[in-house]
């Protein structure tokens, strides 16, 4: 005697198992691959994750070997910043490595070096080994001329799709940028450059994303008396961009000395000031309490890089700050209490290596599981296209 069971109940079912049992239920029989690999399931448990989301961090790091690079999966809670996953790095790419965009619902974006013209884009879902690549945009060297380019990566809730945003600033025409987006549904490339903003975005450093937007350092174009700073960011639902100030005393960045970096906490952003040089290094955490409200922006801490501590990276939920010692390892450090975990993750010294790590979050969706294709039959044709 057959069994039925309804299908809202078996949704709810599955959707609470982990992902590698999901994925092997599609083996079960073709109603229930059909129910499993279609677009409404794979965002009912996306959904599900977010609103269960325990927080985890994804640290991609490459070491000393050549060619040696890794995704780190860990807990990110109070006490613990545990392994938790381990994916190998199985990308090749013709430069030394491939540059991490962003992570975001399970996805990670790919590119190849973006300082080149290559312009191989990616998005991977790790968990269960799916990638599509991204085609070709239409702002190219060969079109265009040299360029420098900010990429973004995301998610437009409204639509239930992931976009890319690139901002071109060509050669001798640095303001307004050509823009384009990506959709992972439509799969192609749309001009927006119409929407621009005024401004240069700082191509050397990687977007913050929170609450549906990426954003970016930026200041206005060469030429202009003005040195203040700003964030601009772009909405990935209305495809807009927006200004954002900045605390006042990082408005004017003009002096060389001095690193920023912008970084997402929690449900805000962050910016890092790093002072590595002279009698006084130095770091200090500015946090945006009121995400949106310019008045909200709080001086966290400010501490010495004393005790081997080097380079920061980003900030954890608990607003512990991870970073590189002297050493070469990635540590997990405490202000308040001066407290430095180590995390046991040895990463490269070297300077242009080191510009490859990444931090953010992740979690584990079914998304792609639709489309795109089994990770090694699109690495070969990968290989091939390059």
């Known amino acids: 005697m057959s069994v039925y069971i309804y299908e809202d109940v078996l949704v709810n079912v599955l959707a609470r198992l982990p992902i590698e049992i999901i994925v092997r239920c599609t083996l079960v029989c073709k109603s229930w691959f059909s129910l499993i690999t279609s677009p409404n399931f794979i965002f009912h448990h996306l959904n599900q994750t977010i609103t269960n989301n325990k927080g985890h961090l994804l640290i991609r790091y490459c070491t000393d070997e050549p060619r040696k690079e890794y995704c780190s999966v860990r807990f990110d809670n109070n006490n613990t910043c545990d392994e938790y996953k381990r994916f190998d790095f199985p990308f090749t790419s013709l430069y030394p490595y491939i540059d991490v965009v962003g992570s975001c619902n ?7 070096d973006r300082f080149r013209y290559n312009l191989g884009m990616y998005l991977w879902n790790p968990c269960i080994g799916k990638v599509v690549v991204i085609p070709r945009p239409n702002v190219t060297f060969h079109s265009h001329g040299s360029f420098m380019h900010a990429l973004g990566f995301g998610f437009d809730s409204v639509s239930n799709d992931f976009k890319v945003v690139r901002i071109v600033h060509l050669e001798n025409v640095e303001v307004p940028p050509e823009v384009e987006v990506y959709s992972l549904k439509s799969g192609c490339w749309k001009n927006i450059s119409d929407k621009a903003l005024h401004y240069m975005v700082d191509v050397h450093l990687r977007q913050a994303y929170v609450n549906g937007a990426a954003h970016w350092l930026a200041y206005p174009p060469p030429g202009e008396n003005d040195f203040r700073n700003l964030i601009v960011l772009f909405d990935m639902s209305r495809e807009v961009f927006r200004e954002m100030p900045v605390p006042e005393s990082v408005y004017r960045m003009d002096d060389s000395m001095v690193e920023t970096s912008l970084v997402a906490f929690r449900e805000s952003i962050s910016l890092i ?9 130095h770091c200090t955490v500015w946090v945006m309490k009121d995400y949106g409200v310019a008045e909200s922006w709080s001086k966290q801490f400010r501490f010495d890089l004393s005790g081997g501590l080097k380079m920061p990276l980003g900030l954890r939920r608990n607003g512990e700050v991870l970073m590189t010692n002297k050493e070469g390892y990635l540590v997990s450090f ?7 975990m180590d995390l046991e993750i040895q990463v490269s010294t070297n300077w242009y290596y080191g510009r490859f790590f990444y931090v953010g979050t992740h979690m584990e969706s079914l998304v792609l599981l639709d489309k795109g294709a089994d990770f090694w039959y699109t690495f070969v044709g990968v290989l091939l296209l390059k």
Do not use: H, N, V
Not at 106 to 112: F, K, N, P, R
Not at 273 to 281: F, Q, R, S
Not at 334 to 340: L, S, V
């Open 106 to 112: 399970g996805l990670i974006c790919l590119s190849d």
């Open 273 to 281: 000031k790093l002072w590595a040089y002279g009698d006084d290094p």
């Open 334 to 340: 405490d202000p308040e209490r001066r407290r430095i």
